[in-house]
T-cell receptor
């Protein structure tokens, strides 16, 4: 059974720092990988999707990479801002069209 | 519609009461998923539809949970005889096809008292 681990569970940084969130899968056979953001009491907002043929995706200050051979993904956030404070979830899709399996998330707090 | 719509946004149920949660996916999205998210945890898979066919219901925690999508669009998750451990946020997601990402709704927060 696929399990997803996110490290660290929580992270506090001052504004302006660059940071890396980590995600690992017990089964490296991942089809698509998606990173989400969740604000308290809210649903999930998709940040980046790495499709099966891709290794990384970038959007603004965010960059996500996927190493299928090791079953690891990282989310890089450049020049963090207080508005980045949220929980970040990574999720993998084992086969096309099947359910996403989620990690427990990393809760990020960026102080001004 | 522009996004995935879930209703109600909040639901308080007395223990033993039946509840029905609704999900309106993005128009044309073939696949629809239900997830349960406990406080401080990641979403856990419940069930999955492709059009009107329920292809996987392995995540449903008990036979008190039932989901349907009779016309391949709107879906309803029903919980019978609710118990306190059913308290969670129930999230719905849809996607258009295999190579595309998932879009989630805002969820329904169920509190069983």
């Amino acid at each position: 059974k696929q399990e997803v681990t996110q490290i660290p569970a929580a992270l506090s940084v001052p504004e302006g720092e660059n940071l890396v969130l980590n995600c690992s899968f017990t089964d490296s056979a991942i089809y698509n990988l998606q990173w989400f953001r969740q604000d308290p009491g809210k649903g999930l907002t998709s940040l980046l999707l790495i499709q099966s043929s891709q290794r990384e995706q970038t959007s603004g200050r965010l960059n996500a990479s996927l190493d299928k051979s090791s079953g690891r993904s990282t989310l890089y956030i450049a020049a963090s801002q207080p508005g980045d404070s949220a929980t970040y979830l990574c999720a993998g899709e084992g086969q096309a069209g099947t359910a996403l399996i989620f990690g427990k998330g990393t809760t990020l707090s960026v102080s001004s | 519609g522009a996004g995935v719509s879930q209703s109600p946004r909040y639901k308080v149920a007395k223990r033993g009461q039946d509840v029905a949660l609704r999900c309106d996916p993005i128009s044309g999205h073939v696949s629809l998923f239900w997830y349960q998210q406990a406080l401080g945890q990641g979403p856990e898979f419940l069930t999955y539809f492709q059009n009107e066919a329920q292809l996987d219901k392995s995540g449903l925690p008990s036979d008190r949970f039932f989901a349907e999508r009779p016309e391949g669009s709107v879906s309803t998750l029903k919980i019978q005889r609710t118990q306190q451990e059913d308290s969670a946020v129930y999230l719905c997601a849809s996607k258009t096809g295999g190579g595309y990402g998932y879009t989630f709704g805002s969820g329904t927060r169920l509190t069983v008292v």
